[in-house]
């Protein structure tokens, strides 16, 4: 669980990429310059840990680029105290960014192992998400509505209902739609009607799963 000057010396790098790739949100870089991400990474990936890169995780499952956790995490506007609905907790990499953020995260993995081995470890770290739960992120968590903000780190073949359902009105949904690669949104609510869509270009994800029990 090391840390050195070494890792950080690449994480200050890492940053200077995000911002010539355009990421303004100097709270979103200043989390992305603290959080070890190599820690999140099978230790054979630690010398690629800070490329502006995806990487393998258990499950089949990847670590998101940075560019992505940031570019995401920046549409999201996050306010310290927002209550944060996550969909995919993954390795907990943007959970941890969430956390440092000073958000309140509510975090569903779809995947049994990942979810056991990514709720110690970001304990272990100092990283405690207000609820994470092993379950089906198309259902959102709705006994915990509403919510300021929610995201979703897979990609998406449609928008669940539930989702946009559980935002409060002016809250804000950033979730990547589409099948082979996909298409970022962000749906800001406007009324208990009505939401605002926008669209921000291609990325590629792996696909949100559906629990089909």
């Known amino acids: 669980m090391k840390d050195n000057?070494?890792?950080q010396g690449k994480r200050q790098h890492l940053v200077e990429i995000l911002r010539k790739k355009g990421i303004t949100d100097e709270k979103v870089l200043a989390a992305i310059n603290k959080i070890p991400r190599h820690l999140f990474m099978d230790s054979s990936?630690?010398?690629?840990a800070?490329?502006?890169?995806?990487?393998?995780?258990?499950?089949?499952?990847?670590?998101?680029?940075?560019?992505?956790?940031?570019?995401?995490?920046?549409?999201l506007e996050v306010k310290k105290g927002d209550k944060i609905l996550e969909i995919g907790t993954g390795s907990g990499y943007q959970t941890a960014?969430?956390?440092?953020?000073?958000?309140?995260?509510?975090?569903i993995e779809r995947q049994q192992e990942l979810y056991?081995?990514?709720?110690?470890?970001?304990?272990?770290?100092?990283?405690?998400?207000?609820?994470?739960?092993?379950?089906d992120g198309y259902k959102g968590l709705p006994?915990?509505?509403p919510f300021d903000k929610a995201i979703v780190t897979a990609g998406a073949p449609y928008v669940p209902n539930p989702l946009l359902a559980q935002l409060k009105v002016g809250g804000r949904l950033v979730i990547p739609v589409g099948t082979e690669s996909q298409v970022m949104n962000l749906f800001v609510r406007k009324s208990a009607k009505e939401f605002e869509k926008k669209e921000f270009g291609e990325f590629r994800f792996v696909p949100l799963l559906e629990d089909k029990n």
């Open 97 to 107: 960014v969430l956390c440092e953020l000073g958000a309140q995260v509510y975090s």
């Open 50 to 75: 800070y490329q502006d890169k995806a990487f393998p995780i258990a499950a089949d499952q990847t670590i998101s680029q940075p560019y992505t956790v940031a570019f995401q995490t920046q549409l």
């Open 116 to 135: 056991k081995k990514t709720k110690l470890f970001l304990n272990k770290i100092g990283y405690r998400p207000k609820y994470l739960t092993f379950g």
């Open 45 to 48: 990936f630690e010398d690629h």
């Open 5 to 7: 000057f070494r890792h």
């Open 143 to 145: 006994l915990y509505k």
